[in-house]
């Protein structure tokens, strides 16, 4: 996906940007409301992610106007206001939703997810392997035989494999996905969801594969 | 900490100005009355006693007329008729003398005389007593003869006084029929002026009371020149509280960003650098540090929410809320994270609206602070059923409920759990502050209702559910 990152602060823009980036996400970053126009008249854009407290104006007031504009990219407000108070006037304004400081990327990620599938989906979020497509914003497997609704972390899981089939990860890399910082769980929690997975893709080419002491990887027919 | 507008009024009312003004009228009315009596029974009195002067005047003058001077005598022929007009009123007695040259020709010896000057020959009334009743005389002084020194006749006449009496009883009855009979009107009228003039008053008061607490702006009702001081002081108070108020808003809303924008930068850096960390012992030690940073980052938020909330129970605004829209906005809201755990939220809503009076953003943070305690506290894969009902058993109150099948209390310490900063002995290892369900129960408190703290029944968890008010 490609997001535009509208955030005054530096250092912060840059950590998003560089940790939406080791997802594969393509990022582009303005400080400044007016760099954000530039931008948006530069390229295409799946998602903004806007904070609101910028230097050169109110990032509702961008809000508004872009919403006057009739532009359809569906916008994530970052705030640092209290949870509390800006959430119905900033729903009201026009943004798709919104996700206070600080966050975890899953979330923001499961956010962006929702927010794209709310507005239809989009194709480019379609990944094929072995006959099998994989839908992330629908959340949906399509077999060629019939289509299986994915749970949340099947999803996440599968995703990982499904970007980059034949490669091995490792079990600690998967549960980084999975599950967040909070969660104290052992590495064999992993092996529940790789268990499901397998269920889901039986009958078709893809397999989940056991590489012994090193972790999973997705591979094709035999 | 009661948002709800006092039903009884914080000042002690000392005196009051419709009272005050009551009785100053009644007052003036009283005096009115009085003189009123007073001044008609005087006048009244005064009436009757010259009406019967002149009817004395009228007596002794026709005797004087029927004085006759013959043979150096003075002599005289009482007519019947100087008498008789005086007989007609009631059953008063009249008495006579009249005497010339120091001696009485006829009539009462003892008869007591006033003593006219000559040079005065105007007729002299006098009020005395005589014979054991009082009587009311006249005097009269007539030269009779002819030549240079006639004799000088006095004739007196007197009357009692009864039939005067009378007249003035009747009077001074009828004076107090009418002086009671204005009082009574005035007292009537009093009230109503009393009230009428403090109509205004009531007007703002009702202008005051009527708006919703959050309505600051200055009154604009047509006040009477004397009220007007006292509204422009009001204005002035109320732009100050909203000066006030903004402030604290603005201070929140600050140190909400102070806070969180270091902290997510803090944790967006942990988690880029988690990832590229491959020792075992180095990516525990991160998550320990992101575990803290979410920590504190929650306690700071959930912080400035608690101040929030109490600035907003203060005076909590009773717009109209569809609480069902609301639960299943926020519950919308809140599935990508609780879908991050496979935890699905099931919402129960009735058929109908529901509607109550109230604060839109406290619900949607309480309901949001009960939502984030069960997903916190639920493994993954389960569901938390968020059930909007009416309250069995208690008409006009909803049931906003939410249940979840993780751990749930262990049956102990409920009542401490609303407490501030208060954790179970459930907890864990899960990251909290204890401010969750205190702004619940504020925000519940301060709609009228109460938070209802569970078991989960039937199956394991916990339920905790918002009791309010509906309208
Ligand atoms: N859904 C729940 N399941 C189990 N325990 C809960 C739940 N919600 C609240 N509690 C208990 O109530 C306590 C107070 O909750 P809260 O005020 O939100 O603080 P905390 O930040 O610790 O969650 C918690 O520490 C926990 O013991």
Do not use: W
């Not at chain 2, 100050?240 to 270091?262: C, K, M």
């Not at chain 2, 990832?275 to 998550?287: G, V």
């Not at chain 2, 506290?377 to 059923?385: G, H, L, M, N």
């Amino acid at each position: 996906m490609r997001f535009l990152l509208i955030e005054d602060n530096e250092r912060l823009a840059s950590a998003i940007a560089e940790r939406l980036r080791l997802d594969g996400h393509a990022v582009d970053h303005a400080t400044t409301l007016s760099a954000a126009r530039e931008c948006l008249d530069a390229a295409a854009f799946d998602l903004i992610l806007l904070d609101i407290m910028l230097p050169d104006g109110d990032g509702r007031q961008f809000l508004a106007g872009q919403r006057r504009a009739r532009n359809a990219i569906p916008v994530i407000v970052i705030t640092a206001r209290s949870a509390v108070s800006d959430r119905v006037s900033l729903l009201d304004l026009g943004a798709d939703d919104y996700i206070t400081k600080p966050f975890e990327f899953s979330e923001l990620e499961a956010r962006c997810r929702a927010v794209l599938r709310r507005r239809g989906g989009s194709a480019a979020n379609q990944t094929s392997f072995a006959g099998v497509t994989l839908d992330a914003t629908r959340g949906s497997l399509n077999t060629g035989r019939r289509i299986e609704t994915l749970r949340n972390r099947e999803l996440r899981l599968l995703e990982v494999l499904f970007n980059a089939p034949g490669q091995v990860f490792s079990k600690a890399q998967l549960m980084d996905r999975l599950f967040s910082f909070s969660e104290d769980v052992s590495e064999n929690a992993i092996e529940v969801y790789i268990a499901r997975l397998r269920k889901r893709l039986g009958g078709t080419d893809a397999r989940i594969e056991t590489v012994r002491g090193l972790g999973y990887r997705l591979v094709g027919p035999r | 900490m009661s948002g709800r507008r006092n039903e009884t009024s914080a000042t002690t009312a000392r005196g009051s100005i419709r009272r005050q003004l009551f009785v100053q009228l009644l007052a003036v009315a009283a005096i009115l009355s009085l003189a009123f009596f007073l001044i008609v029974r005087e006048v009244a009195g005064r009436v009757a006693e010259a009406t019967q002067d002149d009817i004395l005047a009228a007596s002794a003058t026709s005797i004087a007329d029927s004085l006759r001077f013959e043979g150096g005598e003075v002599t005289l022929d009482l007519p019947y008729s100087a008498l008789s007009m005086l007989g007609t009123i009631n059953e008063d007695r009249v008495f006579y003398r009249i005497v010339a040259d120091g001696r009485t020709l006829t009539g009462y010896d003892d008869l007591p005389q006033a003593r006219p000057s000559a040079t005065a020959p105007r007729p002299q009334f006098a009020t005395f007593d005589y014979r054991g009743d009082r009587v009311r005389a006249v005097t009269l002084l007539r030269p009779v003869g002819s030549g240079s020194t006639p004799v000088q006749v006095a004739v007196s006449v007197a009357q009692t006084r009864l039939g005067m009496a009378a007249i003035s009883a009747r009077i001074t009855s009828i004076a107090t029929a009418i002086g009671v009979g204005f009082f009574v009107v005035a007292t009537a009228l009093s009230l109503l002026a009393a009230r009428s003039a403090l109509s205004p008053l009531a007007r703002m008061t009702l202008s005051v009371t009527r708006r919703g607490p959050a309505d600051l702006r200055p009154l604009r009702t047509a006040a009477p020149r004397e009220l007007v001081p006292f509204v422009d002081a009001l204005n002035g108070f109320m732009a100050r509280l909203r000066t006030a108020l903004g402030q604290s808003e603005d201070f929140i809303t600050e140190a909400a960003h102070r806070v969180r924008t270091p902290l997510a930068t803090l944790r967006a850096q942990a988690e880029v650098t988690y990832r590229k960390l491959e020792r075992p012992e180095h990516r525990q030690a991160l998550r320990e540090m992101i575990r803290a940073i979410d920590e504190s980052a929650r306690s700071a938020g959930q912080m400035l929410d608690h101040a929030m909330v109490t600035l907003r129970t203060d005076s909590v605004a009773h717009e109209t809320v569809r609480l069902d829209e609301l639960v299943r906005e926020t519950c919308d809201r809140f599935a990508p994270t609780a879908g991050l755990k496979d935890i699905e939220i099931v919402t129960e809503l009735p058929p109908a609206p529901v509607v109550l009076a109230g604060d839109r953003i406290l619900l949607q943070n309480a309901l949001h602070n009960v939502l984030d305690n069960a997903v916190k506290y639920s493994p993954a894969d389960s569901t938390i059923t968020v059930r909007l009902s009416a309250e069995p058993g208690a008409p006009r109150r909803v049931r906003l409920s939410v249940a979840d099948q993780g751990r749930g209390f262990d049956g102990r310490d409920l009542k401490q759990l609303t407490r501030r900063f208060s954790r179970g002995s459930n907890v864990g290892d899960i990251v909290g502050s204890g401010l969750g369900l205190t702004i619940a129960d504020e925000v519940a408190r301060a709609h009228g209702g109460h938070l209802d703290i569970s078991e989960n029944s039937p199956g394991a968890g916990a339920c905790i559910a918002l009791v309010l008010p509906s309208a």
